[in-house]
């Protein structure tokens, strides 16, 4: 059990539909980032948040984005969603140099 | 080429084998992750490595910080163990650079 949930499980998108995938990770964790898993791949960072801003990004599009709340919750938004978006969408909250992770949610856009 | 590579990419072992796992990376790191990801789909934390070694059970990791070089031992493997290993890197500069870059994970699957 690493205190930190994501919701939905599964999640099944129409391309150009937008979609919101959420994180709850426990108190006092104060950065969250978003990975993109593809099949057969290792994650790949999306974003990180501290605090509610954001102070970094990998190479994903504008189209991603998200929001971290004070009460250690944290959003992942994707706007006109295309096929290759399918993919395991993981959350990982850090404390100190330590990571935790949720169980991920899959997303498939058809 | 990736800033992290591991190998095998897939490893099939019988049952009470030692299995070694390999990490190799080339950026210059905070902390090293060796990651446990089952079918479902999340990741466990197995260990966080800056320095030597660690062992929890049958589970022991190492790291050369000279060498950029990590591996993971499973010792007496047992089909529970079956699951995708991913080694990670900590960035060794802080901030939105102190991500984690993941390795593409090695595939387990321990016969009976």
């Known amino acids: 059990e690493t205190g930190v949930t994501q919701s939905p499980t599964h999640l099944i998108k129409t391309r150009g539909q937008q979609v919101t995938l959420r994180c709850s990770s426990q108190?006092?964790?104060?950065?969250v980032s978003w990975y993109q898993q593809a099949l057969g791949q290792g994650p790949q960072f999306i974003f990180q948040?501290?605090?509610?801003?954001?102070?970094g990004r990998g190479n994903f599009p504008p189209r991603f984005s998200g929001l971290q709340f004070p009460n250690y919750s944290s959003e992942l938004n994707v706007n006109a969603l295309e096929l290759d978006d399918s993919a395991l969408y993981l959350c990982?909250?850090?404390?100190?140099?330590?990571?935790?992770f949720g169980q991920g949610t899959r997303l498939t856009v058809v | 080429k990736n800033e992290v590579e591991q190998s095998p990419q897939n490893l099939t072992a019988q049952e009470g084998e030692f299995i070694t796992i390999n990490c190799s990376y080339s950026v210059g790191i905070s902390a090293l992750h060796w990651l446990q990801q089952h079918p479902g789909g999340g990741i466990v934390s197995l260990f966080m490595l800056s320095s030597g070694k660690k062992k929890h059970g049958r589970l022991i990791a190492t790291i050369n910080i000279q060498e950029k070089h990590s591996s993971l031992h499973i010792t007496a493997s047992h089909p529970r163990d079956s699951a995708v290993y991913i080694c990670?890197?900590?960035?060794?500069?802080?901030?939105?650079?102190?991500?984690?870059?993941f390795g593409k994970g090695t595939k387990l699957s321990v016969k009976p």
């Open positions: 990982a909250s850090r404390r100190g140099a330590e990571a935790f």
């Open positions: 948040y501290y605090r509610e801003e954001e102070n």
């Open positions: 108190s006092g964790h104060n950065t």
């Open positions: 990670a890197v900590r960035s060794e500069y802080g901030g939105s650079q102190g991500n984690l870059i």
